[in-house]
């Protein structure tokens, strides 16, 4: 394996400004090409970017011998030949959500990455916030006991301006805004998008999913946006579930993004010994972030044991440049990529991987067909 792993970009909005700042901070990777659709766009970013090479065919870039890592950002529905074209080409891919337009490209993506025996690792860094990685150890040493059930919700909010409402994918401070979301033909959504970040980090704690139903709506029908234009979404913008995990536990997952003033990530799971409660007001980022923790002791009814549990040192990621123990935003995405450079330098998997995202893309597509459907759907039923 080579000493410098260099990564290709595709996509110069969130993959390259957020992204490729956190591949520069992982030491021994360089950000070393960037394709976008059109020469202008492509070598006007490498410029900005002072990346070495542009491309323009994403076909190109994954053939160009001197890359190792591909990170693929678009929309849903222009992914899969692009993420296909990296694997056949023996590049480690890591690859935006939703993971796919379908299950059947779902199911292909993560049997190709298997076949290349490269490591393919999906966008979805809430498992690596410090928090979660303090929330995931303490459900395998015991703290809840048997799981028994979960609320899980993620939200993003709606933002009014001027008397008129429309949903913050529609405004970023930090990116240019994803209209395309409102297609769907783009495979995204905003049941589809939080779904799977949800689904990610549910399964992670406690395990795969059995049965699902749910049900799915656009509640607002309208975005008016601040540079006056108006869309009218064909997807929706919000989805509640109810599932049933294999090892028995059963909860709820909210996803959406038109609810005003909203919290944001809150995670909820509980067994037969204690409960545990992750909130955030950030989308996945954590520098605000809280865990909070209570067991099954006697007290007098009424009372609770629930007290914050303190993170440490967890902030300060091994081998990132002017990583510090102290809260600080994308601490999450430098353990991600962290991750991602190890498996690759050491042969192991990567988290979350493609398998995962399959398995994931499973139950956001049963919530939906349980929603046309009316009824429960196993994930045997999908196929």
């Known amino acids: 394996m080579a000493d410098t792993l260099r990564v290709g970009i595709i996509s110069a909005n969130w993959s390259l400004k957020v992204h490729g700042?956190?591949?520069?901070?992982i030491e021994g990777v360089e950000v070393a090409a960037i394709c976008t659709s059109r020469q202008e766009t492509a070598e006007r970013a490498a410029r900005e970017y002072d990346i070495p090479k542009a491309y323009w065919n994403h076909e190109e870039m994954s053939a160009d011998p001197d890359l190792h890592i591909i990170?693929?950002?678009?929309r849903p529905s222009f992914r899969f030949p692009m993420v296909m074209a990296a694997l056949k080409n023996g590049k480690h891919v890591y690859d935006a959500l939703p993971f796919a337009v379908s299950l059947s490209d779902a199911e292909a993506m993560r049997d190709a990455q298997k076949a290349a025996g490269v490591v393919g690792v999906v966008d979805a860094q809430f498992r690596w916030s410090p928090h979660a990685q303090k929330m995931k150890r303490m459900i395998d040493e015991g703290f809840i006991?048997?799981?028994?059930?979960?609320?899980v919700q993620l939200m993003l909010p709606l933002i009014v301006a001027d008397d008129k409402p429309y949903a913050y994918c529609a405004y970023s401070e930090h990116t240019d805004p994803y209209y395309w979301l409102a297609e769907k033909s783009s495979g995204g959504s905003a049941w589809r998008n939080f779904a799977?970040?949800?689904l990610l980090f549910l399964t992670h704690l406690i395990g795969p999913v059995a049965e699902a139903t749910g049900m799915l709506t656009t509640g607002v029908p309208e975005w008016f946006l601040p540079n006056g234009e108006v869309l009218r979404p064909e997807t929706h913008d919000l989805g509640s579930a109810v599932l049933r995990m294999e090892n028995g536990a059963i909860g709820s997952l909210q996803a959406g993004w038109c609810v005003p003033d909203t919290e944001g990530w809150r995670v909820e799971v509980w067994g037969d010994?204690?409960?545990?409660l992750l909130v955030d007001d950030s989308f996945g980022n954590f520098p605000s972030a809280k865990l909070y923790a209570g067991d099954a002791r006697l007290l007098t009814y009424g009372q609770r044991t629930c007290?914050?549990?303190?993170?440490?040192d967890y902030?300060?990621?091994?081998g990132v440049a002017g990583a510090t123990a102290e809260p600080r935003p994308f601490a999450a995405m430098d353990w991600m990529f962290r991750n991602m450079?190890?498996?690759?330098?050491?042969?192991?998997?990567?988290?979350p991987s493609f398998t995962e995202a399959a398995a994931v893309h499973r139950v956001v597509e049963a919530v939906e067909r349980a929603d046309a459907e009316r009824r429960w759907i196993t994930m045997q039923e999908m196929g």
């Not at 700042?21 to 901070?25: K, S």
């Not at 006991?145 to 609320?151: D, E, I």
């Not at 010994?273 to 545990?276: A, F, S, V």
């Not at 450079?341 to 988290?351: E, F, H, L, P």
């Open 315 to 318: 902030y300060a990621v091994p």
């Open 273 to 276: 010994r204690g409960r545990l």
């Open 145 to 151: 006991g048997r799981p028994l059930g979960f609320n």
């Open 71 to 74: 990170d693929v950002g678009t």
């Open 196 to 198: 799977t970040h949800s």
């Open 307 to 312: 007290e914050e549990v303190q993170v440490d």
């Open 21 to 25: 700042a956190a591949w520069r901070r």
């Open 341 to 351: 450079v190890d498996a690759i330098r050491n042969g192991t998997k990567g988290s």
